[in-house]
């Protein structure tokens, strides 16, 4: 167990903005920081993040939290996975406190960390006894050096039928999470299990953030029969279309350079790396996606496809071309010489002559679709010409920015000669119909968020209550002491309000009992059970605070809590007295719609109690109010 104080250390220590520029690209917004939201697709940012309270609030899905709870989004983990990477990422070494969950059997329960057990366990296989058919393969025929087969993690699953099953028996990893995983398969019909990946050289997929998602494997049979290549299954942690090869390690390198060389294969990235061209990636053996293009959207506005010059290799380059536009994203093209690839052609004449090659045969886009449409004989006759114009047309309907794509209009009309009216004509067709791609699931979690928002609201009263007790936390435990002392009082309508207000009651008395210690309410945030409290409390915390005229006070942390506790107690007044007004309301309506002498009698003596109820206890707690702020 990571004690609260390390957990608290690393989250401050680990820089919520630095973080999530890893995912996002953030521009800065007055004292925060803005971006588009990494949940769902919009055109406008809604996506917060406050670098002054270490939280992120993301207006369109209502998702929010701190560095902790957006790295157990992105990369699917749980709060003690989210923990150690920001802990590494902080410089905070947590192995001993990670050690001795490993022992007592926690480790075993997470799937990233079986994922990560399996990786070292390929590694480990391809670098011993064992691995020696997979290292020969990989050092002497490809070229890698032991430092690329390190740094990537590459690694053997020999020919056998249960190797990696045996080790995982011998850790205590159930079989059922290794079939969830794709690394074990059954044979139902002779009720056996076996590993899925045999004599193939391994290579682990990384998540942005350097987890271990997933694997590919390559095999080295001479078997037709057997394919190439053989991939982890689907699943919420692995999505092909969501993933780039090799972008944990090129992310840095793309920022610098500005640019992202895309290519097709995991050798690929791994040649170019060892070469030192560092911003290489691949769309992990398939089309590319929007996805993938909207991850490199975060690091760069620039990509340079370099993939096989076969047909297969220039078509898919064609429609990634429409995928990078659509995504705000300029690419470039390189055609290799004829029967190379990057591994090959760097491998075989060095970085400087790839570099030189790939700088004097680099095409824009607009030429590399008229150099495409002419080698293939569309341009030979008026029908096929007018068609591949129309699709050119329609390309560059697709680029977001009116100026781009005027500019890129004029540039087109003036190579093929035809009038800016007529292309116009045939890109405003294309822009009428076009609807900017959204994901099933990224419709589902909006169309809930808007249903949740419309249907069960928070009131104002308890967002005032729940905000006042939140920032009172910064300046000390006054208010949670309070609350804590009077929480029988206490009725809050909304489920994630009373989470809210229940948690923080627990965690303060769960203390170290010192008056002086302070609750890191931003890191409380990950440990809400549920993701509607998150959610809730980072969207209170990042907005205004309580008084808009906090920050122009030059008091100290005194004045802070005193306002913080005034409004909190504002608001507590207005909780308690709030259902006898709403008890007189039901009972004022019930005495309207009363045909009975009888009962309109009882129903009028009945509202005489509460309005002598409300006024009493109106008057008991403005009096107890005041005594409390009188003795601060």
């Not at 769902?40 to 993040?49: D, L, W, Y």
């Not at 470039?332 to 990057?342: A, E, K, N, Q």
């Not at 009428?432 to 990224?442: D, G, H, I, N």
Request: glycine residues 6%; charged residues 30%; proline residues 4%.
């Amino acid at each position: 167990m990571i004690p609260q104080s390390v957990i608290d250390d690393i989250r401050q220590r680990a820089d919520i903005v630095d973080v999530i520029s890893d995912y996002v690209k953030l521009q800065p917004s007055g004292r925060n920081f803005k971006a588009l939201s990494p949940f769902t697709q919009e055109k406008t940012p809604s996506f917060v993040v406050s670098p002054d309270k270490q939280i992120y609030k993301c207006f369109s899905t209502g998702k929010g939290g701190n560095v902790f709870s957006f790295i157990m989004e992105m990369e699917r983990v749980q709060f003690p996975e989210a923990v150690e990477i920001a802990a590494k990422r902080a410089g905070v070494d947590i192995s001993r406190f990670t050690a001795k969950e490993k022992g007592a059997g926690h480790e075993e329960d997470s799937r990233t960390a079986t994922l990560r057990w399996a990786a070292r366990q390929f590694h480990h296989t391809l670098m011993g006894e064992s691995g020696k058919k997979g290292l020969a393969y990989l050092a002497a025929e490809r070229g890698l050096t032991a430092q690329t087969i390190t740094s990537f993690g590459l690694g053997y699953a020999p020919e056998s039928w249960e190797h990696l099953l045996g080790e995982a028996q011998r850790a205590g990893i159930a079989e059922k999470q290794l079939a969830e995983l794709g690394l074990v398969t059954a044979n139902r019909q002779r009720n056996s299990v076996y590993d899925a990946f045999r004599n193939r050289v391994i290579f682990p997929i990384f998540s942005v953030g350097g987890q271990v998602v997933g694997f590919g494997g390559r095999t080295l049979r001479n078997d037709p029969d057997t394919p190439k290549y053989l991939n982890s299954p689907e699943s919420s942690m692995f999505e092909k279309s969501k993933l780039l090869y090799g972008m944990h390690a090129a992310k840095q390198e793309i920022r610098k350079t500005e640019t992202a060389i895309l290519v097709e294969g995991y050798m690929d990235v791994l040649a170019l790396h060892q070469a030192g061209i560092t911003n290489a990636v691949a769309s992990c053996g398939t089309a590319l996606t929007r996805h993938q293009a909207k991850i490199m959207q975060r690091y760069t506005s620039r990509v340079l496809f370099i993939y096989d010059a076969d047909p297969a290799g220039r078509k898919s380059m064609m429609s990634g071309i429409d995928i990078l536009l659509s995504e705000g994203i300029v690419p470039y093209v390189v055609m290799l010489p004829h029967g190379d690839d990057p591994d090959s052609f760097v491998r075989r004449e060095g970085r400087e002559a790839f570099m030189r090659y790939t700088e004097e045969n680099r095409l824009g886009f607009l030429d590399f679709q008229i150099r495409f449409f002419t080698e293939s004989g569309d341009f030979d006759q008026p029908d096929t010409k007018a068609k591949a114009i129309s699709a050119m047309g329609r390309t560059i309907a697709l680029i977001p920015d009116r100026v781009r794509r005027e500019l890129y209009m004029q540039e087109l009309s003036g190579k093929l000669s035809i009038s800016m009216q007529a292309l116009r004509e045939s890109a405003g067709k294309e822009r009428a119909v076009k609807e900017p791609y959204t994901s099933k699931e990224e419709r589902t979690a909006t169309a809930q968020f808007r249903t949740q928002d419309t249907r069960s609201r928070v009131t104002i009263l308890e967002k005032t209550f729940l905000k006042a007790l939140l920032e009172s936390a910064l300046y000390g435990n006054g208010v949670i002491e309070f609350a804590a002392s009077h929480e029988e009082m206490l009725e809050l309508p909304h489920p994630a309000a009373r989470e809210i207000l229940a948690h923080m009651i627990e965690r303060y008395r769960n203390s170290s009992g010192d008056p002086d210690e302070r609750i890191d309410v931003v890191t409380e945030i990950s440990r809400f059970k549920s993701t509607e409290a998150r959610d809730l409390a980072s969207g209170l915390l990042i907005d205004q605070p309580v008084s808009s005229r906090w920050h122009e006070q030059s008091d100290a942390e005194r004045e802070h809590a005193r306002r913080c506790l005034t409004a909190f107690l504002d608001a507590f007044k207005n909780i308690i007295l709030e259902p006898l007004v709403r008890r007189k309301e039901t009972v004022t309506e019930k005495l309207r719609r009363e045909d009975d002498n009888n009962s309109a009698v009882e129903l009028q003596k009945e509202i005489i109690e509460i309005n002598a109820t409300i006024k009493k206890t109106s008057a008991d707690l403005g009096a107890m109010i005041t005594g409390i702020l009188e003795e601060r």
